[in-house]
């Protein structure tokens, strides 16, 4: 089989999880993120306990195999033969020290608030980490990056998170032969926009939206479109420039149409309604929830105007629906 995943490696705070993050939703690839795997989510404690080296390995040749494209990061990459031998590219991420440290610290801020302070339940051990992530070198990087099968990329992350996707993007299609051009494609691409909070579906009110979480939506909508035989490109943003940016370039692309999911912008974006009506794709406006049925400010759609149309309070199947509409659409 014909290598088509992606490895990041790099020291703790170089940038590896947001990169694959975005990574995944540009390429429509499966997003592993080590430190998942080593410290399952369901933990009372965070990090309270750790899988094996070998137990961690075996579950990611197991995902690897199931999704065959991937972007997968880790510290180092010191992995069996059929994860490595799975990579067409590999990236090494690198940054300035004092700038990884910061990172760190910022991150779990936003994921702990103030468990990792003084006199809270985590700051113990995360100081702990935050030395031993201090102590990390390069080398240590460097040693296993060598042994790699497949190109090395090395980037700089002090730039600008679009800018390395692009960067990575570019030399992952030439390495695998593979573009993003209409005219070279032989199935419908479709682009799956999620506005603001959708991300944090599986933790916010889940007696709205239940308990299964955003990886699990995309992994259920690539599921779908493998079944019809399309592609499907991922974009999620918590800014509503962003999202216009996304749906101009789903046109400039050569996409086919657009799944989008406005989020709160539904109610209040002018701009939102400005920018679909100005793209000559279908759009099918989606919720997850009956908004009809929920606060009155939800019962007015600012975008539904400018959709081919609208599906809601089917849950992650309105995704589904809304693919096959596309399909069928003229």
């Not at 540009?26 to 080590?34: C, H, I, Q």
């Not at 399309?230 to 509503?240: D, K, T």
Request: charge should be neutral; aromatic fraction near 8%.
């Amino acid at each position: 089989m014909k290598p088509r995943g992606i490895l990041l490696i790099g020291l703790n705070g170089c940038g590896k999880s947001t990169l694959t993050r975005l990574l995944a939703q540009r390429l429509s690839l499966r997003p592993m993120d080590v430190e998942d795997y080593f410290f399952p989510k369901e933990q009372a404690l965070p990090f309270s306990v750790s899988l094996r080296h070998d137990e961690v390995q075996a579950l990611l040749v197991r995902d690897i195999r199931e999704s065959g494209a991937f972007v997968l990061c880790s510290v180092r990459a010191d992995w069996c033969d059929e994860i490595t031998r799975a990579c067409a590219l590999a990236v090494w991420l690198r940054a300035p020290a004092a700038l990884r440290q910061a990172r760190i610290r910022q991150r779990d801020v936003l994921r702990f608030g103030n468990r990792v302070a003084p006199g809270g339940d985590l700051h113990e051990s995360q100081e702990r980490f935050y030395a031993m992530a201090a102590a990390r070198s390069e080398e240590f990087v460097r040693q296993s990056a060598l042994q790699l099968p497949c190109p090395l990329l090395e980037l700089n992350t002090v730039r600008p998170p679009d800018s390395l996707v692009r960067e990575i993007e570019s030399r992952y299609l030439a390495l695998t032969h593979t573009t993003s051009s209409k005219e070279q494609r032989t199935m419908k691409q479709f682009l799956i926009l999620n506005g603001p909070n959708i991300n944090l579906t599986g933790l916010r009110e889940k007696s709205v939206y239940g308990a299964k979480t955003f990886d699990d939506l995309m992994a259920e909508i690539r599921q779908e479109a493998e079944r019809l035989g399309c592609s499907v490109r991922f974009v999620q943003s918590n800014h509503e420039g962003a999202l216009i940016d996304a749906l101009q370039q789903a046109h400039f692309d050569g996409l086919d149409g657009v799944v989008f999911n406005p989020g709160g912008y539904t109610h209040t974006s002018v701009a939102l309604h400005d920018a679909i009506a100005s793209v000559p794709l279908p759009v099918i406006e989606v919720h997850m929830s009956n908004v009809h049925a929920r606060e009155e400010f939800r019962h007015v759609s600012m975008t539904a105007s400018a959709c081919r149309g609208q599906i809601v309070g089917f849950g992650f199947y309105g995704y589904r629906m809304a693919l096959r509409a596309l399909m069928e659409a003229d």
